[in-house]
């Protein structure tokens, strides 16, 4: 049979390498200036576009879209047409995947500096945004469908199962999660609201991780690791089990986010149950991994790939051991809400995806480039250093994390609280320090990368469009005498994505939708009262300057938490008080305390001036506060700190459209219900002897409004259960 002629198009993929590079300084340079703004608050220099809950937004949004989504796609437009026989299908569908990529993640940028954000973990870019990412992706799977069926090979590899899956679960996720309703062109409400928005949304968090940090990146496993070793893959049966359970089991994982939480228990436990068996895909994928690289142990000494495939791919497993671990809820009761769980997802971050990214880029340069790495030496190097870097990571955390729990639960003799929360927080700075030194020891191995890769692409040529030839698919199929089963799904890409479509689906029906019909389980709310004009405009203000990354809003059933956030009426959270939350606001950590009984707490003047005080210069009110001071929200910083009203009325008219019982008398007369609240505010402030000069039109007076809105719903109704 004549061979038929054919390039490979390997402008692409340098492109989406080099941005992955780029990006990947980006990310670590933006995520160490975090860390030390944990330990040394003077680096938020005061400018609202530098502070911590602004930056780390794009932080996260870097690291995961920009540094690993370039890489995957990388990785995919060099392993595909490959493994397909066939170049891309389009060119041009290839460079507005590229430049459509990286406007995204330039807007991300601009747009979370701006604090515009729907506050959702891995989900916080706006309306516009979220649209041009859903064009984009179409686009992306376009062209990798379209390759697909012009292929000359006609079994499709494991990892081209692995593309297919995150190409459909995330194309999910992200419409579900993102149904929301625009009221301008930078502001959205959820449509979801409370438990219904917090399952949403932890659905899609956990399988943002599943579906974008690890399914695609084990396609590139599946890939690259058999190509560095030129040796196959493992086990195929156990390549096929892994694909399967993995993506079934993965989608029902999200409620053990919510554990303890107002989610109703049914829910929690499934997520709890569903994690458990996460265990057994997960390891069969590691040891698919490391037992492919049997034979090859005595190169690993020498080759700096093989060294990031190896740790990367233990650092996979432990990450995938550790998180099931996290969903019991004897060891959730310890570690949720503490700095054990950054430590959890970066030993994934930086070890499962940085260090398989690594591997891949001083695998591919070489290639693209025809030549060879300029400095094995110098890979290695970064190799040592980049492990050292997730050790000082990830291990000061873990102990961070037991002790922020231990402290935080420690009663006396008389049965009080031994330690305040400040007390946790001025313990565990040292550990800070040993964190921030970490993520540089990482930066600066990426940073020895970038001089390898640019010392090798200069001694070589790109070889833009590589020759290949191959052999047209025939146009019948003869089955061989016993074949595996299997192979009739790998024959059919539209039965395989159809497939993986309706597997992925189940987990989330079964969980989204008896939640969504039921209201999160609320049935009584009527003590519930929604935001007024001027609680609703702090509530955004509150969302704009990402307070919720730090603070969350969840009072547990534990009597710690209960003595400790609610000192009058000893009330956990009750899932009917969310029930007007678009979005809900319950927060992933508590870098500083829970706010959901703020309220209560601090009411009347006092609280007002407290409030004030505390946002102004967080140190004068609570010495050894690390929490950034926020003068822009004061017009006596002499900016202009006076609330945009513009929109007031349309997100009224927004969240009654969602069912917050807004009457359209109140609508109507938004504007004076407003100014009303606000003045008796501003009087309150202007009453105490050290405050003077408040204008009831300042940002501070709608933000202290909302806070003070915060838990105040409970004392209405003594009798109100979690239902």
Known sequence: MELEKFHYDNRIVRDFTFATIVWAIVAFLVGITIASQLFAPSLNANLEFLTFGRLRAIHTNAAIFAFVGNAIFAGVYYSLPRLLKTPMASKTLSKIHFWGWQLIILLAAVTLAMGLTSSKEYAELEWPIDILITLIWVVFGVNMFWTILKRRERHLYVAIWFYIATWVTVAVLHIVNNLEVPVGMWKSYSVFAGVQDALVQWWYGHNA?????????????????????????????????????????????????????????????????????????????????????????????DSAILKFFVVAITAYGMATLEGPLLSLKNVNAIAHFTDWIPAHVHVGTLGWNGFIIFGMIYYLIPKLYKTKLYSESLANTHFWIGTLGILFWAIPMYI?????????????????????????????????????????????????????????????????????????????????????????????????LIFSTVVILIGGLVELVPTILSKGGVENHDYVKPYTALELEGRDLYIREGCNACHSQMVRPFRSEVVRYSTVSQEYSKASEFVYDHPFLWGSKRTGPDLHRIGERM?????????????????????????????????????????????????????????????????????AEMDAQAN?????????????????????????AYLQKLGTDISRDETATNE
């Open 209 to 301: 991780v599943a579906f974008f940090l690890t399914t695609p990146v084990l396609g590139l496993m599946y890939y690259f690791v058999p190509k560095a070793v030129n040796r196959p893959v493992y086990s195929y049966r156990l390549s096929i089990i892994h694909f399967w359970a993995l993506i079934f089991i993965y989608i029902w994982a999200g409620p053990h986010h919510l554990l303890y939480t107002s989610l109703p228990d049914w829910a929690q436990s499934l997520g709890t149950v569903f994690s458990i068996m996460l265990i057994a895909p997960s390891w069969g994928g590691m040891l698919n991994g490391l037992l492919t690289m049997r034979g090859a142990w005595d190169r690993v000494r």
């Open 400 to 496: 961070a994390g037991f002790t922020q729990s231990l402290m935080w639960k420690q009663f006396d003799a008389d049965g009080g609280l031994v330690y305040n929360f400040l007390d946790t927080v001025t313990e565990i700075m040292p550990f800070y320090i040993m964190r921030a030194i970490g993520g540089t020891l990482y930066l600066i191995g990426a940073l020895l990368m970038v001089v390898n890769v640019w010392k090798t692409v200069a001694t070589g040529k790109l070889e833009a469009n590589e020759e290949a030839e191959a052999a047209p698919l025939p146009k019948e199929y003869k089955k061989h005498k016993g074949e595996y089963w299997h192979r009739w799904i790998e024959r059919r890409p539209v039965q395989l």
């Open 603 to 671: 009411p009347g003047a006092s609280g007002a001036a407290w409030h004030y005080n505390h946002m102004w210069d967080p140190a004068a009110t609570s010495p050894g506060s690390i929490m950034p001071r926020y003068p822009w929200l004061f017009s006596l910083s002499g900016n202009d700190a006076t609330l945009d009203r513009s929109q007031t009325k349309a997100k009224l008219e927004a969240m009654q459209g969602l069912g917050v019982p807004y009457t359209d008398e109140y609508i109507e007369n938004w504007e």
């Open 680 to 704: 008796e505010i501003a009087e309150m402030l202007n009453s105490d002897a050290n405050i003077d000069g408040v204008g009831a039109e300042e940002e501070i007076v709608a933000l202290i």
